[in-house]
């Protein structure tokens, strides 16, 4: 064979002298079509699979929506009239805790008004005595927002130890057709002062509430109540024997008893409870975001934070880590004229 392409003929080129045969290679060819089918059953079983799946869980929830009725919202009661009760007490006695205690299981929304709400940023208490000029028009502002919204139930609450501190909501409400109610929680001596100071969340100084104290002024419409005791059974026990108010006639003197403890209730109401908040304030979207989360949050009671039970003797007693009754001996109340001026409600 010539290997020279430029000497060599054309004939030994294409031809040379070397002998030329072919060889088939079908086996390869059908290898490889085995291969590829392989391949192809393989991804349309996967497809199909996923076909199978899916359908599979459209069918499945299908079911559960047809078998599972959905329970709709329980509608809420709307009252026809509208109502302010205006709720005064030293601090700490459990104001708060009281409407909700009041609005147990009526099934409606409410508003409260409070002034310590605008201390409430990020569900934590920060008193700011320079501001406590806007915390009243901020605590004036959400009254009218709830007036002007013919909200039917408004609650404001406060210390009001002046009856005049007071007077600008219920005529305020008085004019817009609402009707007014005052209730007090009672504090009647020093020793149930300092409990309630105690208790209170909002870390109010002693002489502020000992202020309040001394300077109340009676509100002859109101209507008195004992705030919660439950977690004192000295401050409990001085009043259950003097809770029985005598009148002319036997059938009209019944027994005064203490506000409950509201965790002990079978519903939170303050799930129901309407909050108006400025939009213009930065935190203000934090502080009231999801109240039925928990009941951590600054909607909850007054006496959340109570200490241990104390008995007779000024000792506290605990019985598995939950405040109970002390339900020991007591001596019946002989008070004079005067003391049962101080204690009767």
């Known amino acids: 064979m010539c290997t020279d392409l430029y000497y060599c003929d054309h004939d030994d080129l294409l031809y040379g002298n070397e002998d030329f045969h072919t060889v088939y290679h079908e086996h390869e060819f059908l290898q490889a079509d085995k291969i590829m089918d392989a391949i192809e059953k393989l991804s349309l079983g996967f497809l199909g699979?996923?076909?199978?799946?899916?359908?599979?869980?459209?069918?499945?929830?299908?079911?559960?929506?047809?078998?599972s009725k959905k329970k709709p919202a329980p509608k809420l009661f709307k009252p026809t009239n509208k109502k302010l009760k205006i709720i005064r007490g030293v601090p700490g006695v459990g104001k708060r805790s009281?409407?909700?205690?009041?609005?147990?299981?009526?099934?409606?929304?409410?508003?409260?008004?409070?002034?310590?709400?605008?201390?409430?940023?990020?569900?934590?208490y920060n008193f700011v005595g320079k501001e406590l000029a806007k915390a009243e028009a901020d605590t004036m502002n959400c009254f009218i927002n709830a007036i002007k919204n013919k909200d039917p139930r408004?609650?404001?609450?406060?210390?009001?130890?002046?009856?005049?501190?007071?007077?600008?909501?219920?005529?305020?409400?008085?004019?817009?057709?609402?009707?007014?109610?005052?209730?007090e929680l009672e504090c009647t001596n020093v020793s149930e002062l300092s409990h309630f100071n105690k208790r209170s969340r909002h870390n109010i100084p002693s002489s502020k509430s000992l202020k309040a104290f001394n300077e109340w002024e009676n509100d002859n419409e109101s209507y008195k109540r004992c705030p919660y005791l439950e977690d004192n059974t000295k401050l409990l026990h001085a009043r259950r024997p003097c809770l029985i108010k005598e009148t002319d006639s036997d059938e009209e003197s019944y027994e005064f008893t203490c506000v409950p403890n509201i965790k002990n209730l079978a519903e939170d109401s303050s799930d129901r409870e309407v909050r108006y908040v400025d939009v213009d304030t930065d935190d203000s979207s934090d502080d009231y975001s999801s109240s039925s989360e928990s009941e951590d949050d600054d909607s909850c009671s007054d006496y959340d934070d109570m200490p241990s039970l104390i008995d007779e003797n000024g000792t506290e007693i605990t019985k598995g880590g939950k405040n109970y009754v002390y339900s020991g001996y007591t001596e019946s109340c002989s008070p004079t004229p005067k003391d049962f001026k101080d204690i009767m409600l």
């Open 49 to 67: 699979s996923l076909v199978v799946i899916q359908f599979g869980l459209i069918i499945h929830n299908i079911f559960k929506l047809c078998r």
């Open 98 to 124: 009281y409407i909700y205690y009041l609005e147990n299981g009526l099934n409606r929304e409410f508003t409260i008004c409070d002034i310590n709400d605008y201390f409430t940023k990020k569900k934590k």
């Open 154 to 183: 408004i609650y404001v609450i406060g210390t009001f130890e002046k009856t005049w501190m007071y007077k600008n909501f219920t005529d305020l409400a008085k004019i817009n057709g609402y009707v007014v109610d005052i209730s």
